[in-house]
């Protein structure tokens, strides 16, 4: 089983940098592709970014790409997510989630491992 604890999120002025942080309680995270996703109040949830296990490889969603940078510190057990000029639309529960097979992918289906949530809110 793995844990994933999220933290960073809070208040965000619109157009300023947002710094997500995942932390893993897994003694093998490096073994683990890991994902951010987002959900508002009767949305879907939403693919934001992976990162492969070597932290090589990267995939965003449509939304964010070009202004988010996904990366991972296996030594920390660590998984970060930067997102810059925030807007009104990011605001969001974020989520960290993991998966032991290696491939990125948008398909939430695919992770088996997921944290709590942390709430974002942009404000204007």
């Known amino acids: 089983q793995v844990q994933l604890v999220e933290s960073g999120g809070g208040q965000v002025q619109a157009g300023e940098t947002l710094n997500l942080s995942c932390r893993a309680y897994?003694?093998?995270?490096?073994?683990?592709?890991v994902a951010w996703f987002r959900q508002t109040p009767g949305q879907e949830r939403e693919f934001v970014a992976a990162?492969?296990?070597?932290?090589?490889?990267?995939y965003y969603g449509d939304s964010v790409r070009g202004r988010t940078t996904i990366s991972r510190d296996n030594a920390a057990n660590t998984a970060s997510l930067q997102m810059a000029s925030v807007k009104r639309e990011d605001s969001a529960v974020y989520y960290c989630?993991?998966?032991?097979?290696?491939?990125?992918?948008?398909?939430?289906?695919?992770?088996?491992?997921w944290g709590q949530g942390t709430q974002v809110t942009v404000a204007s």
């Open positions: 897994e003694r093998t995270f490096q073994n683990y592709v």
């Open positions: 989630a993991a998966k032991l097979f290696s491939g990125l992918t948008a398909r939430q289906d695919r992770y088996e491992y």
């Open positions: 990162v492969a296990k070597d932290g090589w490889s990267t």
